[in-house]
């Protein structure tokens, strides 16, 4: 589990294809207190560590991960928002996020509104009907409040420190995007067809 309050922006340095995707990330977490087989949210895709270095971890993602979320765009370079595993005893700054994203949501515009940044994502359509205007998403890995919902289409505002401790700063309209909804939405969503 997760709570969307990103801790570092990581690099990806390297990437590999053989089976699965191999990818190895550079951060600036203290790798000699990350396990094997712990998981690192990435992008807000919970990931496996599967080998460690001095400032590096690499994860094996699956080619059904690959085809669900936007991994499939990263390259060398490419900043990603990354999160370690909630602990018993951290603080959930947040909202509960598992790591499991629910589709990819496209950036369709952007407006910059004081020193913050409006921008409007469209949700795929079986997924819209679980976003609220305030509700909470996960979008790259970063916990956010919705200010508006029109169909498809929703807005998050993003203020200068959001922009500046994520990945958000980088982004531009066309860009995919991992979406995960709200855990206690999905949920009341299911309650209600069953009622």
């Known amino acids: 589990m997760f709570t969307g309050i990103i801790t570092d922006i990581g690099t990806v340095i390297e990437l590999e294809q053989k089976g699965d995707l191999r990818a190895r990330i550079r951060t600036a977490y203290d790798t000699s207190r990350i396990d094997l087989g712990a998981s690192i949210a990435s992008d807000g895709v919970c990931l496996t560590v599967v080998d460690l270095g001095p400032d590096w971890y690499d994860v094996m993602v699956s080619a059904e991960t690959v085809s669900k979320t936007n991994l499939g765009n990263w390259a060398q370079g490419r900043r990603v928002n990354l999160e370690r595993a909630l602990r018993v005893g951290d603080e959930l700054g947040g909202h509960i996020v598992s790591?499991?994203?629910?589709?990819?949501?496209?950036?369709?515009?952007?407006?910059?509104?004081?020193?913050?940044?409006?921008?409007?994502?469209?949700?795929?359509?079986?997924?819209?009907?679980f976003i609220a205007p305030k509700g909470s998403?996960?979008?790259?890995?970063?916990?956010?409040t919705v200010n508006e919902v029109d169909g498809c289409d929703f807005g998050?505002?993003?203020?200068?420190?959001?922009?500046?401790?994520?990945?958000w700063g980088d982004v531009a309209v066309g860009d995919r995007i991992n979406l995960e909804i709200d855990t206690l939405a999905r949920y009341v969503a299911r309650l209600a067809e069953a009622g």
């Open 156 to 167: 998050i505002n993003f203020i200068p420190h959001t922009k500046a401790v994520t990945t």
């Open 99 to 129: 790591g499991h994203v629910d589709g990819v949501a496209e950036v369709v515009a952007m407006a910059d509104e004081g020193d913050s940044t409006r921008v409007t994502l469209r949700a795929p359509q079986d997924l819209a009907r």
């Open 137 to 144: 998403v996960a979008l790259n890995g970063t916990s956010l």
